[in-house]
């Protein structure tokens, strides 16, 4: 079996959807505000060009993550995958948050009219079009490996592996984000007030700054190493207690050493009538229960023990 993290078919299609989409948005914002001199199509064209920008960074996450283990990593490069996505919150947070902040609040101190309403109408009304399909096919695949009855913010606070919930939040919130340029473009003009367009970048910098918060928080959990879902330790408890040698499962410690790697360490008190030939081969079988019950499970330590009160 091998030892490397891998991105999934459906994560992959949802990454490479939204880069295509936020290459081609990116490129209509940024000809938009040639002509309209607006600053919530200037932050949306940033906001896009970050977007663009962050699907590169996590399709060379899973490049770098598929490397074989070796003597400095022996465990492999799963966890390349959480970095990368790490980044991709930095990113969206000073590219796509601060600087929408900085061109709404420039604009309110040096206020001036947006120009040629329906080349904004029109490139707004696209990139909606195409971000919208984008969503689409992140939510797809999503649902693929989403749990009938998980909600979607527990499925992104929960969800091992990073590509999908960071592809979903920031095509919510370009979503979100070309909605309020929408509103700004449309209530300056007809207001002859540009104030509204200031507000309008302002929020989706807020909107973008709250969306790399929470993907840091989750990015960074992840870095530090999280356990097993609760399904998997079940898996793994039973898969151990169900060996026939095996008396009981003492503790088990698990951690994600990638999105679809774990570490199991796990101390078991055997049948205390087995040689050590006997029990060496007891070791080797509950090692392979677990990994055929839970194929996470690619590292595997159990230790022989005896049960005692307090032990651990």
Known sequence: ????????????????????????????KFVGF???????????????????????????GSRRARRAPDRRNPFGYGRERYFWSFIVALVLFSMGG??????????????HETKNLPVAIVILAVAIALETASLATAVREANHVRPAGMSWWTFIRTSRSPELPVVLLEDTGAEVGLIFAFVGVLL????????????????????????????????KASLLGETASTESEARIRAAANEHPAVRSVIHLKTQH??????????????????????????????????????????????EPDIARTGAN
């Open 34 to 60: 040639a002509f309209t001199r607006s600053a919530g199509m200037l932050a949306e064209a940033g906001h896009s060009l970050a977007d663009t920008g962050n699907q590169a960074l996590l399709l060379l």
């Open 257 to 302: 050493i990638g999105p679809e790697q774990l570490l199991v360490g796990i101390k078991v008190e055997f049948d205390h009538s087995l040689s050590v030939a006997d029990l060496a081969t007891a070791i080797d079988g509950v090692e392979a229960a677990i990994r055929e019950r839970e194929p996470m499970a690619q590292t595997v330590y159990v």
């Open 98 to 111: 601060l600087f929408a902040l900085y061109e709404g609040i420039k604009k309110l101190a040096h206020p």
């Open 188 to 219: 300056s003009h007809f207001t002859h007030d540009p104030v509204w367009d200031s507000i309008a970048s302002i929020a989706i910098g807020v909107l973008l700054t709250v969306i790399a918060i929470i993907l840091a928080v989750e990015m």
């Open 1 to 28: 079996m091998p030892t490397y993290s891998f991105v999934q078919e459906g994560s992959k299609k949802a990454i490479l959807a939204a880069f295509c989409a936020n290459l081609g948005i990116a490129i209509a």
